[in-house]
T-cell receptor
Framework: DGGITQSPKYLFRKEGQNVTLSCEQN?????MYWYRQDPGQGLRLIYY???????QKGDIAEGYSVSREKKESFPLTVTSAQKNPTAFYLC???????????FGNGTRLTVT | GENVEQHPSTLSVQEGDSAVIKCTYS??????FPWYKQELGKRPQLIID?????GEKKDQRIAVTLNKTAKHFSLHITETQPEDSAVYFC????????????FGTGTRLKVLA
Protein backbone atom coordinates (compact mmCIF):
# COMPACT_ATOMS: atom_id res chain seq x y z
CA ASP A 1 0.00 0.00 0.00
CA GLY A 2 1.85 3.06 -1.25
CA GLY A 3 1.72 6.41 0.44
CA ILE A 4 3.33 9.09 2.57
CA THR A 5 3.74 8.55 6.28
CA GLN A 6 4.22 11.38 8.71
CA SER A 7 4.96 10.72 12.32
CA PRO A 8 4.02 11.42 14.97
CA LYS A 9 0.48 12.73 14.48
CA TYR A 10 0.74 14.97 17.56
CA LEU A 11 3.93 16.35 19.04
CA PHE A 12 4.42 18.46 22.13
CA ARG A 13 7.66 20.24 22.98
CA LYS A 14 8.95 22.84 25.36
CA GLU A 15 10.16 26.14 24.02
CA GLY A 16 13.87 26.11 23.24
CA GLN A 17 14.01 22.47 22.16
CA ASN A 18 14.68 21.31 18.63
CA VAL A 19 12.24 18.76 17.27
CA THR A 20 12.34 16.57 14.15
CA LEU A 21 9.25 15.62 12.14
CA SER A 22 9.44 12.46 10.10
CA CYS A 23 8.25 12.05 6.49
CA GLU A 24 8.64 8.80 4.55
CA GLN A 25 7.22 7.87 1.14
CA ASN A 26 7.17 4.59 -0.77
CA UNK A 27 5.78 6.03 -3.99
CA UNK A 28 9.22 6.28 -5.63
CA UNK A 29 8.67 10.03 -5.99
CA UNK A 30 11.67 12.23 -6.74
CA UNK A 31 10.39 15.44 -5.17
CA MET A 32 9.36 16.08 -1.57
CA TYR A 33 7.96 19.19 0.10
CA TRP A 34 7.26 20.57 3.56
CA TYR A 35 4.41 23.02 4.19
CA ARG A 36 3.24 24.79 7.29
CA GLN A 37 -0.46 25.48 7.88
CA ASP A 38 -1.75 27.82 10.57
CA PRO A 39 -5.43 27.94 11.60
CA GLY A 40 -7.53 29.49 8.86
CA GLN A 41 -4.52 30.02 6.63
CA GLY A 42 -3.12 28.53 3.50
CA LEU A 43 -0.15 26.27 2.91
CA ARG A 44 3.21 28.00 3.14
CA LEU A 45 6.28 26.31 1.66
CA ILE A 46 9.16 25.68 4.07
CA TYR A 47 11.64 23.53 2.10
CA TYR A 48 11.58 21.26 -0.91
CA UNK A 49 13.86 18.74 -2.54
CA UNK A 50 13.97 17.42 -6.09
CA UNK A 51 16.81 14.91 -5.70
CA UNK A 52 18.80 13.21 -2.97
CA UNK A 53 21.34 15.40 -1.18
CA UNK A 54 19.86 18.60 -2.58
CA UNK A 55 17.10 20.88 -1.30
CA GLN A 56 15.86 24.44 -1.68
CA LYS A 57 14.45 27.00 0.72
CA GLY A 58 10.81 27.87 0.39
CA ASP A 59 9.11 31.06 1.47
CA ILE A 60 9.41 30.56 5.25
CA ALA A 61 12.63 28.55 5.75
CA GLU A 62 13.98 30.57 8.69
CA GLY A 63 14.17 28.48 11.87
CA TYR A 64 13.83 25.16 10.00
CA SER A 65 16.31 22.67 8.56
CA VAL A 66 15.97 19.55 6.39
CA SER A 67 18.03 16.70 4.99
CA ARG A 68 17.54 14.37 2.02
CA GLU A 69 19.92 11.49 2.49
CA LYS A 70 17.52 8.95 0.97
CA LYS A 71 14.95 9.28 -1.77
CA GLU A 72 12.23 7.97 0.54
CA SER A 73 12.87 10.28 3.49
CA PHE A 74 12.73 14.04 4.06
CA PRO A 75 12.80 14.90 7.77
CA LEU A 76 12.13 18.43 8.96
CA THR A 77 13.79 19.87 12.07
CA VAL A 78 12.08 22.75 13.80
CA THR A 79 14.85 24.58 15.64
CA SER A 80 14.68 26.81 18.68
CA ALA A 81 15.26 29.74 16.32
CA GLN A 82 11.73 29.36 14.89
CA LYS A 83 9.82 32.05 16.74
CA ASN A 84 6.33 30.62 16.46
CA PRO A 85 6.59 26.89 15.75
CA THR A 86 3.12 25.78 16.84
CA ALA A 87 1.35 24.74 13.64
CA PHE A 88 0.14 21.87 11.46
CA TYR A 89 2.98 20.54 9.27
CA LEU A 90 2.26 18.75 6.00
CA CYS A 91 4.73 16.74 3.95
CA UNK A 92 4.05 16.00 0.28
CA UNK A 93 5.71 14.25 -2.62
CA UNK A 94 5.36 14.01 -6.38
CA UNK A 95 7.07 12.90 -9.55
CA UNK A 96 8.91 15.66 -11.34
CA UNK A 97 6.90 17.52 -13.95
CA UNK A 98 3.29 18.64 -14.03
CA UNK A 99 1.98 16.20 -11.46
CA UNK A 100 -0.13 16.59 -8.34
CA UNK A 101 1.29 16.61 -4.84
CA UNK A 102 0.37 13.69 -2.60
CA PHE A 103 0.12 14.72 1.05
CA GLY A 104 0.78 12.88 4.27
CA ASN A 105 -1.69 13.09 7.15
CA GLY A 106 0.28 15.84 8.85
CA THR A 107 1.90 16.42 12.23
CA ARG A 108 0.37 18.86 14.67
CA LEU A 109 3.18 20.45 16.67
CA THR A 110 2.50 22.33 19.89
CA VAL A 111 5.31 24.22 21.58
CA THR A 112 4.72 25.67 25.04
CA GLY B 1 7.43 37.34 -7.32
CA GLU B 2 5.85 33.93 -7.05
CA ASN B 3 2.30 34.39 -5.88
CA VAL B 4 -1.13 32.82 -6.09
CA GLU B 5 -4.11 34.93 -5.06
CA GLN B 6 -7.39 33.23 -4.22
CA HIS B 7 -10.87 34.72 -3.75
CA PRO B 8 -13.15 34.71 -1.91
CA SER B 9 -11.78 33.64 1.47
CA THR B 10 -15.22 32.44 2.57
CA LEU B 11 -18.25 31.46 0.51
CA SER B 12 -21.70 30.41 1.67
CA VAL B 13 -24.21 28.94 -0.77
CA GLN B 14 -27.55 27.22 -0.50
CA GLU B 15 -27.61 23.51 -1.22
CA GLY B 16 -28.13 22.97 -4.92
CA ASP B 17 -26.63 26.30 -5.94
CA SER B 18 -23.29 26.73 -7.71
CA ALA B 19 -20.03 27.89 -6.17
CA VAL B 20 -17.15 29.59 -7.96
CA ILE B 21 -13.66 30.15 -6.58
CA LYS B 22 -11.11 32.20 -8.48
CA CYS B 23 -7.32 32.27 -8.50
CA THR B 24 -4.69 34.33 -10.23
CA TYR B 25 -0.99 33.59 -10.61
CA SER B 26 2.01 35.70 -11.47
CA UNK B 27 4.40 33.53 -13.51
CA UNK B 28 3.46 33.14 -17.16
CA UNK B 29 5.64 30.02 -17.32
CA UNK B 30 3.31 28.15 -14.94
CA UNK B 31 1.55 25.34 -16.78
CA UNK B 32 -0.05 23.13 -14.15
CA PHE B 33 -2.90 24.15 -11.82
CA PRO B 34 -4.33 21.69 -9.28
CA TRP B 35 -7.22 22.19 -6.87
CA TYR B 36 -7.34 20.58 -3.45
CA LYS B 37 -10.12 20.02 -0.91
CA GLN B 38 -9.26 19.90 2.77
CA GLU B 39 -11.69 18.77 5.43
CA LEU B 40 -11.17 19.81 9.03
CA GLY B 41 -8.03 18.28 10.53
CA LYS B 42 -7.27 16.23 7.42
CA ARG B 43 -4.78 16.37 4.58
CA PRO B 44 -5.54 18.19 1.34
CA GLN B 45 -6.89 15.89 -1.38
CA LEU B 46 -6.62 16.57 -5.11
CA ILE B 47 -10.05 17.05 -6.67
CA ILE B 48 -9.21 18.25 -10.16
CA ASP B 49 -6.30 19.71 -12.11
CA UNK B 50 -5.70 21.41 -15.43
CA UNK B 51 -2.71 21.80 -17.67
CA UNK B 52 -2.06 24.78 -19.85
CA UNK B 53 -2.83 23.01 -23.13
CA UNK B 54 -6.54 22.95 -22.26
CA GLY B 55 -8.97 25.70 -21.31
CA GLU B 56 -11.54 23.69 -19.37
CA LYS B 57 -11.82 20.33 -17.67
CA LYS B 58 -14.88 18.70 -16.09
CA ASP B 59 -15.39 15.86 -13.66
CA GLN B 60 -19.05 15.32 -12.79
CA ARG B 61 -20.12 18.36 -10.70
CA ILE B 62 -16.67 19.93 -10.68
CA ALA B 63 -15.04 21.94 -13.44
CA VAL B 64 -11.94 24.06 -13.77
CA THR B 65 -11.36 26.79 -16.34
CA LEU B 66 -8.06 28.37 -17.29
CA ASN B 67 -7.33 31.68 -18.99
CA LYS B 68 -3.58 31.76 -19.60
CA THR B 69 -3.62 35.21 -21.14
CA ALA B 70 -5.17 36.73 -18.02
CA LYS B 71 -3.37 34.27 -15.69
CA HIS B 72 -6.68 33.27 -14.11
CA PHE B 73 -8.12 29.88 -13.27
CA SER B 74 -11.37 29.05 -11.53
CA LEU B 75 -13.09 26.15 -9.79
CA HIS B 76 -16.79 25.64 -10.43
CA ILE B 77 -18.93 23.34 -8.30
CA THR B 78 -22.50 22.80 -9.47
CA GLU B 79 -25.46 21.37 -7.54
CA THR B 80 -23.61 21.82 -4.26
CA GLN B 81 -24.22 19.35 -1.44
CA PRO B 82 -23.49 19.62 2.32
CA GLU B 83 -20.52 17.27 1.90
CA ASP B 84 -18.90 19.86 -0.37
CA SER B 85 -18.36 22.02 2.72
CA ALA B 86 -14.59 22.24 3.22
CA VAL B 87 -11.61 24.48 2.51
CA TYR B 88 -10.51 24.58 -1.11
CA PHE B 89 -7.00 25.51 -2.24
CA CYS B 90 -5.72 26.36 -5.67
CA UNK B 91 -2.06 25.98 -6.58
CA UNK B 92 0.39 26.72 -9.37
CA UNK B 93 3.82 25.39 -10.21
CA UNK B 94 6.63 27.89 -10.57
CA UNK B 95 9.43 26.46 -12.66
CA UNK B 96 12.89 27.93 -12.40
CA UNK B 97 15.20 24.94 -12.48
CA UNK B 98 13.03 23.40 -9.76
CA UNK B 99 9.30 22.75 -9.40
CA UNK B 100 7.95 25.02 -6.70
CA UNK B 101 4.30 24.47 -5.80
CA UNK B 102 2.69 27.64 -4.44
CA PHE B 103 -0.77 27.56 -2.89
CA GLY B 104 -3.49 30.14 -2.59
CA THR B 105 -4.72 31.13 0.86
CA GLY B 106 -7.82 28.96 0.65
CA THR B 107 -11.59 29.38 0.43
CA ARG B 108 -13.85 28.10 3.17
CA LEU B 109 -17.02 26.88 1.44
CA LYS B 110 -20.17 26.35 3.48
CA VAL B 111 -23.12 24.67 1.84
CA LEU B 112 -26.29 25.47 3.76
CA ALA B 113 -28.96 22.77 3.83
Amino acid sequence: DGGITQSPKYLFRKEGQNVTLSCEQNLNHDAMYWYRQDPGQGLRLIYYSQIVNDFQKGDIAEGYSVSREKKESFPLTVTSAQKNPTAFYLCASTTLGNSPLHFGNGTRLTVT
Amino acid sequence: GENVEQHPSTLSVQEGDSAVIKCTYSDSASNYFPWYKQELGKRPQLIIDIRSNVGEKKDQRIAVTLNKTAKHFSLHITETQPEDSAVYFCAAIYISGTYKYIFGTGTRLKVLA
